[in-house]
């Protein structure tokens, strides 16, 4: 990248750039990315109303960045494969798989974590 000689002020100015870029890459090029922000969307205001105490609300809102996080770490891993070559490796299929196996444990993590809290809300 081209921020190897900013320092200082400057050099979060252009970091914040290129993440802002990741994000609209993100949401233009991967269909899950947007279907998971839509999700997130609505599930952090509920996140707010369903937990009672802020190390819930923190447990229900970080659990779906992390679904985000992970979403993002995963199309990155698929955009550099699909950049080395299109045809088909077991070394390319591994990481694409290991990637999609990350975003759907975070997505465990996540129906866990709700589904305690909103139990221990409910039920409990």
């Known amino acids: ?14 970091a914040t ?45 970080a659990s779906c960045l992390v679904v985000l996080i992970t979403e993002l770490l995963n199309s990155a891993v698929e955009a550099v494969v699909d950049r080395v070559g299109l045809e088909h490796h077991q070394l390319s299929k591994q990481a694409k798989d290991m990637g999609s196996a990350a975003v759907l444990l975070s997505l465990f993590m996540t ?8 139990w221990e809300r409910f039920v409990g």
Not at 1 to 14: A, E
Not at 34 to 45: N, Y
Not at 111 to 118: K, Q
């Open 1 to 14: 990248m081209g921020n190897q000689n900013k320092t200082g002020i400057l050099r979060l100015i252009y």
């Open 17 to 61: 750039r290129y993440s802002m870029d990741g994000f609209k890459a993100a949401f233009k090029n991967e269909a899950a990315f947007r279907q998971e922000t839509a999700l997130a969307a609505i599930m952090i205001p509920a996140g707010f109303w369903l937990g009672t105490t802020g190390a819930e609300r923190g447990l229900l809102i």
């Open 111 to 118: 129906v866990i974590v709700w589904g305690l809290i909103a």
